[in-house]
């Protein structure tokens, strides 16, 4: 599926996405993917709901994503089941990874995972050979060269290991860049408030987490937007934000240690913060004009 919008773009520089998010988790998911739906680069050839860790919250997922299609107005055919948990052997949507990896296309793989790795161990597991066909853009870890604990990488370390080890073209975003991505609550009630039925959607689940009982790192008055810095270092090349460094391998605390081997990863250590925000609430507000369609 992709986004036509009132301006044309270059056919060599379309890509095709899937995009691996955690959508029932927390707050951001939902900015992060509506954003790279919309985005006229990307052909998204899936979204994956995966899980994060607790009981049945991959199907939890699968019903956000069907809230945010529904408001899109788009099929939801594009919505495809991940891994049930950490364990699992076999998924839909590392299916799914394997059949576009494997596809004679001229046009480049990126596989957008905003949470757990499972389903992109599982689709390495079910054919080694795609090894070097996709590259993984993964918003997880800590940041280097220690590491330490964060959410996406403590849901399925071992997983996070096996495609550490095995995958040739790694993108990492990690924590210390990731969470630089911050807004305040009245820039974002300001920027989207009855401006659409997208904005709203975003607006309502930002507040209704917001609400909820919190780590002392939330002020109460902001948001961080974590997961958008992976359609960002698509849609803008962060040239020179980033560093390649030696592939690691992940210890039971999260920490890190050396890999031997020639892998190496590209690590980012800073984002454009607002012009992906500014590219989020523009095609917000592009497609509330109806001035977006899909094909």
């Given at each position: 599926m992709k986004a036509q919008l009132?301006?044309?773009?270059?056919?060599?520089?379309?890509?095709?996405?899937?995009?691996?998010?955690d959508l029932a988790n927390e707050a951001d998911d939902h900015a992060a993917v509506i954003q790279m739906l919309l985005t006229p680069i990307f052909d998204v050839r899936g979204i994956v709901a995966v899980?994060?860790?607790?009981?049945?919250?991959?199907?939890?997922?699968?019903?956000?994503?069907?809230?945010?299609?529904?408001?899109?107005?788009?099929?939801?055919d594009i919505l495809i089941p991940g891994a049930e948990d950490k364990d699992s052997k076999a998924s839909p949507g590392a299916k799914l990874i394997v059949e576009e990896a494997l596809k004679e296309d001229d046009r480049k793989l990126y596989v957008l995972?905003?949470?757990?790795?499972?389903?992109?161990?599982?689709?390495?597991?079910?054919?080694?050979?795609?090894?070097?066909?996709?590259?993984?853009i993964w918003i997880g870890?800590?940041?280097?060269?220690?590491?330490?604990?964060?959410?996406?990488?403590?849901?399925?370390?071992?997983?996070?290991?096996?495609?550490?080890?095995?995958?040739?073209?790694?993108?990492?975003?990690?924590?210390?860049?990731?969470s630089s991505m911050g807004?305040?609550?009245?820039?974002?009630?300001?920027?989207?408030?009855?401006?659409?039925?997208?904005?709203?959607?975003?607006?309502?689940?930002?507040?209704?987490?917001?609400?909820?009982?919190?780590?002392?790192?939330?002020?109460?008055?902001?948001?961080?937007?974590?997961?958008?810095?992976?359609?960002?270092?698509l849609i803008y090349p962060h040239q020179y934000c980033y560093e390649i460094k030696s592939r690691v391998t992940i210890n039971d605390n999260c920490s890190y240690s050396p890999l031997a081997g020639d892998l190496k990863t590209r690590v980012y250590n800073k984002i454009y913060q607002r012009m992906i925000f500014e590219d989020l609430f523009s095609k917000l507000e592009?497609?509330?004009?109806?001035?977006?369609?899909f094909v």
């Amino acid at each position: 599926m992709k986004a036509q919008l009132p301006y044309p773009v270059p056919r060599e520089k379309e890509v095709r996405i899937i995009i691996l998010s955690d959508l029932a988790n927390e707050a951001d998911d939902h900015a992060a993917v509506i954003q790279m739906l919309l985005t006229p680069i990307f052909d998204v050839r899936g979204i994956v709901a995966v899980h994060f860790g607790e009981k049945d919250s991959m199907k939890k997922s699968l019903l956000e994503g069907e809230r945010i299609l529904s408001s899109l107005k788009v099929p939801k055919d594009i919505l495809i089941p991940g891994a049930e948990d950490k364990d699992s052997k076999a998924s839909p949507g590392a299916k799914l990874i394997v059949e576009e990896a494997l596809k004679e296309d001229d046009r480049k793989l990126y596989v957008l995972a905003l949470g757990a790795l499972t389903d992109v161990r599982i689709a390495l597991e079910l054919e080694s050979s795609i090894w070097d066909k996709f590259t993984l853009i993964w918003i997880g870890g800590e940041g280097y060269p220690n590491g330490g604990w964060e959410y996406n990488l403590s849901r399925d370390i071992l997983s996070a290991n096996i495609v550490f080890n095995s995958l040739k073209d790694i993108w990492q975003i990690p924590r210390p860049v990731y969470s630089s991505m911050g807004l305040t609550l009245s820039e974002l009630f300001l920027r989207l408030r009855g401006r659409g039925k997208l904005e709203d959607l975003i607006l309502n689940r930002i507040i209704a987490w917001n609400m909820l009982p919190a780590g002392a790192y939330r002020s109460g008055d902001a948001w961080t937007l974590g997961d958008s810095p992976a359609a960002g270092v698509l849609i803008y090349p962060h040239q020179y934000c980033y560093e390649i460094k030696s592939r690691v391998t992940i210890n039971d605390n999260c920490s890190y240690s050396p890999l031997a081997g020639d892998l190496k990863t590209r690590v980012y250590n800073k984002i454009y913060q607002r012009m992906i925000f500014e590219d989020l609430f523009s095609k917000l507000e592009l497609f509330s004009r109806g001035l977006i369609t899909f094909v």
